[in-house]
Antibody
Framework: QVQLQQSGAELVKPGSSVKISCKAS????????MHWIKQQPGNGLEWIGW????????KYNQKFNGKATLTADKSSSTAYMQLSSLTSEDSAVYFC????????WGQGTLVTVSS | DIQMTQSPSLLSASVGDRVTINCKAS??????LNWYQQKLGEAPKLLIY???NLQTGIPSRFSGSGSGTDYTLTISSLQPEDFGTYFC?????????FGSGTKLEIK
């Protein structure tokens, strides 16, 4: 069955960067879109962007241009999201999620930005 | 960006009740509308995709309808395990956008 296993919680300092991983299994990694989504307490869900691992094509929500960078490693079936120049506004749970209709989700990675 | 206005934001209902949650898009989304349920500390779970298609494994008491800009999720007979927050989501146009959520409480 489809599984998306995300990396663990991160505590990072303001101004730094963090890279979150999402290891996929149970399907052909290169054949389906991988999305990334942000959730802050009480603030609902925001779509960050999308990568197609088959060719590395990406699409970003303009709001996250310059903040998020999406990559994928076909050899390990793992998608990555790097967040840069972190501020307290980036403290959130980040999800990877699969497919054009976003049917399957990872368990989420909590990122806390604090000095 | 397409705005998704979801209502109500809070809903309290009893077991056995028929419950409806609404989502209004700021423009036509051509039925590319999904519904998710999220429980505290968990990832959202897909219930309905493309307006009215029941995801595998989801009970048939959940159903969806709508077209154009107006969409509805219906739970025909509320069960205790149906508590949680429900989100609509449009995947017709970039950037993809979510509704603000409906918190469903069981009386």
């Amino acid at each position: 069955q489809v599984q998306l296993q995300q990396s663990g919680a991160e505590l990072v300092k303001p101004g730094s960067s963090v890279k979150i991983s999402c290891k996929a299994s149970g399907y052909t990694f290169t054949s389906y879109d991988m999305h990334w989504i942000k959730q802050q307490p009480g603030n609902g869900l925001e779509w960050i962007g999308w990568i197609y691992p088959g060719n590395g094509n990406t699409k970003y929500n303009q709001k996250f241009n310059g903040k998020a960078t999406l990559t994928a490693d076909k050899s390990s079936s793992t998608a990555y999201m790097q967040l840069s120049s972190l501020t307290s506004e980036d403290s959130a749970v980040y999800f990877c999620a699969l497919g054009a209709g976003i049917a399957y989700w990872g368990q989420g990675t909590l990122v806390t930005v604090s000095s | 960006d397409i705005q998704m206005t979801q209502s109500p934001s809070l809903l309290s209902a009893s077991v056995g009740d028929r419950v409806t949650i609404n989502c209004k898009a700021s423009q036509n989304i051509n039925k590319y509308l999904n519904w998710y349920q999220q429980k505290l500390g968990e990832a959202p779970k897909l219930l309905i995709y493309n307006t009215n298609n029941l995801q595998t494994g989801i009970p048939s008491r959940f159903s969806g309808s709508g077209s154009g800009t107006d969409y509805t999720l219906t739970i025909s007979s509320l069960q205790p395990e149906d508590f949680g927050t429900y989100f609509c989501f449009q995947h017709n146009s970039w950037p993809l956008t979510f509704g603000s959520g409906t918190k469903l409480e069981i009386k």
